[in-house]
């Protein structure tokens, strides 16, 4: 009796493990099949044409562009946060609250964000739609990954190091950007991956505060579409489900680039010797 | 004079001293306002969201209750009712979640414990990378496969419905609650699993008595991460859900979600119609506060 039921409840286990890894590998392998063929330099590096047969460029320029300006804002505010949460503040109501105001933009789902980032950016602070609108938003979003993350990274660093600078005589500040940050980098940096990945992968909040302009962004206050509103686009207005497969290969490429090199750089981290 | 000289340099380094103490202060003054910006863009979304979405309930008259109960959203006739898509989102997080959750916590349970390390060292890699993938693709997917296969299967005149969305809903939550609880499971003590086996339990019944519920804080963080992904989930549902108007009676309704409604109509709405979205928004906001709280509920309850 017993061992039928082990047996019930193993099978069980395989049986769900071969359903969930066939399943991703149905997708990918999907995305793939119906994509490759699209796949080459023209795609890549041509500009978008709306009779059909263009490239993404435009769409790789508007999600670099998203990248690199939401980062911008978000880097040096996010480590700065996690520096004060973990290296200066004390136990408190303040820093209660700022951990569950972290946490809480942690849970909002980006729809929400978009709704925000439509109305403050857009409307009240008359950017318009546009790339530094949705950039604006995704800082926002980025912000409480990159907090966690150099959180994580700071504690790792051992006290041992504080003291012994201190100990040198050096101020607080000469310490942490002189011992603490350097050792802490890996781990910020790998947070910083993620958070671009974060920034690829987001469609919703993108799609209502840049707007779904199909051609090369002239400037920063530009309507323009990323990689994933652009994917999306094509499926609900064309229904050319191998043009959005083709960019998904493109994202997906992206995606695991980002993480191989997380991987690396946090592998790197655990064999500094500490 | 060497007295002179010497109270030059003193005076020089208390300046310089000085300058150093006053850049220790300003610093971390600078620190402390960055930390504050997340509370301070917590508290502009929130007061954004919740001044606009109700401004229609106390300054134009909307009855709340309509809104809420309402079951004709016609903006240009000025009807407001979100019951169905308060439905709609209700039954297909649900169902991806009856889907989702066990399929997702049996193979993470499968990775960390019984699958040999070799495959579990390709296997898990693999999921996590999965989980970082647009979500817009498993849309993509749903409405290029899952979509047709209904159609011609379940004899459906339009494949897009409920149903759909539950299947999309739970493959995409899936890598998501797999590398989380994966993580929880492996990090339960060996020695928990050595005193069960010592005391005569199988295996099987080890993982399912002793390992699983020594992770169940873990597990649980991975259903409310899986949720929030499902519930938020706009654009790959606006693809598979057909997006009708109508209170959902079956599997295979087409539906319109709560967060579908806001992206379909934010980009033309103007006036009381654009804060009845802001109102959408915050019924969603709600929505998954409350579910977090019933979860972690149930998580508590579990522990005693």
New interface residues.
Partial sequence: MRKAKDYFFQSLLWLSAIITIATLCIIVGFIFYKGIHLINLDFIFGDYSPSGGGGILPMIVTTIYTIVISLLIATPIGILAAVYLQEYAKQGRLIRIIRFATESLTGIPSIIYGLFGAVFFVTVLKMGMSIIAASLTLTIIVLPVIIRTTEEALKTVPLTYREGSLALGTTKLQTLYKVILPSAMPGILSGIILSIGRIVGESAAIFLTAGTVAAMPENIFSSARTLTVHSFLVTQEAGDIELAAAVGIVLIVIILILNLSATFISKKLNKADY | MPNHSNEELVSQIESSNKR?YF??KL??K???F??????I?????IG??FY?GTHPFFAEGYSFIEFIFGLDWVPSEDKFGILPMIVASIFATIGALIIGV??????A???AE??PKSIARI?S??????A??????????G???IVPFLQNHLGLAKGQSLIAVILVLA?MM??TI?TVAETSIRAVPKTYREGSLALGA????T??KVVVPAAKSGIMAAIVLGL?RA?????AV??VAGNSLVLPTSLTDSIRPL?TN??LE??YAFGTHQEM??AT?IV??SF?LIL?LVLAKIGSKGGK
């Fill in positions: 150093k850049l220790e610093s971390e600078v620190f402390l960055c930390s504050l910006l997340s509370v863009s917590l508290l502009l979304i954004f969201v606009k066990p399929i997702g916590l049996f193979t349970i499968f990775l019984i699958a296997i890699p693999a999921v996590q990378l999965l970082g993938i647009p979500s817009v693709l498993y849309g993509v997917f409405l290029a496969i493959i899936l890598p797999v199988s295996p099987i019944g993982i399912f929030g519930i938020g989930e706009t654009m606006i693809l967060t806001i992206a934010m980009g979205l802001f928004g969603l906001f998954i977090n």
